[in-house]
């Protein structure tokens, strides 16, 4: 079963930046977040992940709260290209390839 | 550097039927996954495997096999195909360590 829970969809306005957020209360201490978003008819496309610390990189931020039992993936000024099925997951990462995704996020960027 | 690649892409067969599906990751990645996809259950985890040998496993019935060759291309066969086998499988490639999987477009498998 998903580690994660997230709403089921959530909607932005183009150019606004979209905040996702993801629960993960029993996230244990060696497990990353990882975000991935899928396109309509297309492969899961990696996003970003992170341990403890805040990240950004090209596409967008993960902010993870001090407890670690929560994130919000974020994407600065979203497009319609954004809209996608977002996948928060839990994983252990290295060589543990063996994701396990739940229902995701629906984002719909409206004009 | 090109993409993984998935053939066929589009596929129509009959129940008890088997098929074979292939991936070709990208060059230099020696970790291949694939996934089942599904309106019902989402994405499951079908195996992984690295230098030939398959390291990870989901929980699907033995029907589901795969295997991978020395040049790092794989293929999953599924034998005596069911209705709930029509699905979207996605394979996914990683480089030596990385944390990333790089995902194919898939074969959309249609069971009859």
């Known amino acids: 079963d998903a580690k994660t829970t997230q709403p089921t969809s959530m909607d932005c306005a183009e150019g606004r930046a979209a905040n996702l957020p993801c629960n993960h209360s029993t996230i244990s201490g060696n497990e990353y977040v990882y975000w991935y978003r899928q396109i309509h008819s297309q492969g899961p496309q990696y996003i970003i992940h992170?341990?403890?610390n805040n990240e950004t990189n090209e596409m967008a931020s993960l902010i993870i709260t001090e407890d670690r039992k929560s994130s919000t993936l974020i994407l600065p000024h979203a497009t319609l290209r954004d809209t996608a099925v977002y996948y928060c997951i839990v994983n252990s990462g290295g060589s543990n390839y063996k994701l396990t995704f739940g229902k995701g996020t629906l984002l719909t960027v409206n004009p | 550097k090109a993409g993984v690649t998935q053939t066929p892409r589009y596929l129509i067969k009959t129940r008890g039927q088997q098929v074979t599906l292939s991936c070709s990751p990208i060059?230099?990645?020696?970790?291949v996954s694939w996934y089942q996809q599904t309106p019902g259950q989402g994405l499951q985890f079908l195996f992984e495997?690295?230098?030939?040998?398959?390291?990870n496993k989901g929980n699907f019935p033995g029907r589901f096999s795969g295997r991978q060759f020395s040049n790092s291309r794989s293929e999953m066969n599924v034998s005596t195909l069911e209705l709930g086998d029509s699905a979207l499988y996605l394979c996914?490639?990683?480089?030596?360590?990385?944390?990333?999987?790089?995902f194919g477009p898939g074969t959309r498998l249609t069971v009859l």
């Open positions: 992170g341990l403890k």
């Open positions: 060059s230099g990645h020696r970790s």
């Open positions: 495997y690295f230098s030939e040998t398959q390291r």
């Open positions: 996914a490639s990683s480089p030596p360590i990385a944390d990333e999987q790089f």
